[in-house]
């Protein structure tokens, strides 16, 4: 079978295997769709809001709107404005909500048993580890790379990620604070193209492209979230980056680097940039990268 037919087949047996065909999902009186709902509102401790949930479950508004309206109607859920932005509304479950939540959680714990049951010590190793290695692939091929402004709050959600990992990575540590205040404090912050990289509406991954000299771009700020390393993200971020600079009329790129983080070292080489001597005077970076961007003319047939 090809790629998208074991893909299919695997959606039609799992999804009849857990009810997700079923009006009543769990015996809980409500279609899947509605029951994930529940289950996400339910999830962080003051609710969520409306926004969050649309960007989480990549829903439409309208669609969205129809359901929470059956959840209230059912008294589930309440919808209010948001206390610190009342152009936001904020969803939180009712009493009876959180008793459906938890129901929801213990029946798909015991459906979660019962289908692994029949299975080995060992089958059940290789399910789990097969499971997982496809959540995260998956994700990975359904992650948004969108341009941001850089001073926009989920970028600079990212970028202090991208900090705080390089505090923790550093044998002396890193001076985040600092690294912050002249981040924003830099002239040229509104002229990087700042790309996203996004999952169930939160940040996984960021890069930035800015101008060194006509013809020449910095790669900066690349971080990807630890949880999504080996699904092909990085590589995937380095060649949207390449092509913003591409399409900025760089011919070179260049990016320097920290010798601690040996895996983003190895997979710039297997990009195909090489080594250079320093060109700023970044105190952090130990190792400073070169790749040609300009296109190679194609090798005549024989």
Known sequence: MTETEVLRRFNRTYTQRIGALDESFLGLGMPLGLARLVF???SGSGGCTVLGLRARLGLDSGHLARQLRSLEERGLVVVRPDPADRRRRVVTLTR??????????DRSEELAARLVA?????????????????????????????EVDPRSPM????????????DARFPAGFDVAAAEADDLADPDLHAT?????TSDGEPVACGGVRELEPGVGEIKRMWVHDGWRGAGLGSRLLRHLEAVAAGMDHRIVRLDTNATLSEAIAMYERAGYRPIERYNDNPYA???FEKDLTPRPARPSR
């Open 155 to 166: 970028a600079r959600a990212a970028v202090g990620a991208y900090f705080a990992e390089l």
């Open 193 to 197: 193209r700042f790309v996203l990289a």
């Open 286 to 288: 130990q190792a400073f």
């Open 118 to 146: 029949p299975l080995t010590e060992r089958q059940r190793r290789r399910l789990t580890d097969a499971l997982a290695t496809a959540d995260l692939l998956v994700r990975a091929a359904t992650v948004e790379l969108v």
């Open 96 to 105: 009876q909500g959180q008793a459906v939540r938890r129901t929801l959680d």
């Open 40 to 42: 996400e509102v339910g």
